[in-house]
């Protein structure tokens, strides 16, 4: 805990090592997140329009709306639960560069707008989907970013 203080990790480099598996595995989640996601609704409009509103031609029935609450529900709390993490770890090692705050409110926001933004498509039309779309992979994108640069501040002193 001394590290959420003094921000030193010179002393301590179990600390640091412990950080860079969380990180690590924070990494590898929001990698798999992705390929899941593709897996379950898609990532392409075709596939996600499909996914959410069926195919009556190829007889494909629209998503359950108990099943997309799930997901929604599992989404907004893993999302945030990686992203503060990931956030509270870079705003430490980069407190004093002056984009930290601009992509931590941008990560959150991305966060948060991305399982909210699936359920507002479900509900309304196509133009969502393109919105959800760029917001989950700039979010994810952003987030595996923060996390590298994270991993390579931990690891190469």
């Known amino acids: 805990m001394k590290f959420l203080v003094s921000k030193d990790l010179a002393h301590s480099a179990l600390l640091g ?36 509103y069926g195919n009556i031609e190829e007889f494909v029935e629209p998503i359950l709306i108990d099943t997309l609450l799930l997901q929604v529900h599992i989404d907004l709390f893993m999302t ?55 917001s989950f992979i700039l979010g994810h994108f952003l987030g595996i970013v923060m996390s590298l640069l994270i991993l390579k501040k931990l690891l190469f002193k």
């Open 17 to 52: 090592n412990l950080m860079a598996g969380v990180v690590s595995a924070l990494f590898f989640y929001l990698v798999l997140d992705i390929a899941l996601h593709a897996y379950v609704v898609g990532l392409d409009v075709t596939t996600l329009s499909t996914t959410l």
């Open 80 to 134: 945030l639960f990686s992203i503060m993490i990931v956030a509270s770890i870079y705003i430490r090692l980069y407190s004093t560069n002056v984009m930290t705050k601009w992509l931590v409110h941008l990560l959150f926001m991305l966060g948060l707008l991305s399982p909210i933004l699936l359920m507002v498509a479900y509900f309304t039309n196509v133009g969502f989907i393109y919105i959800w779309l760029v």
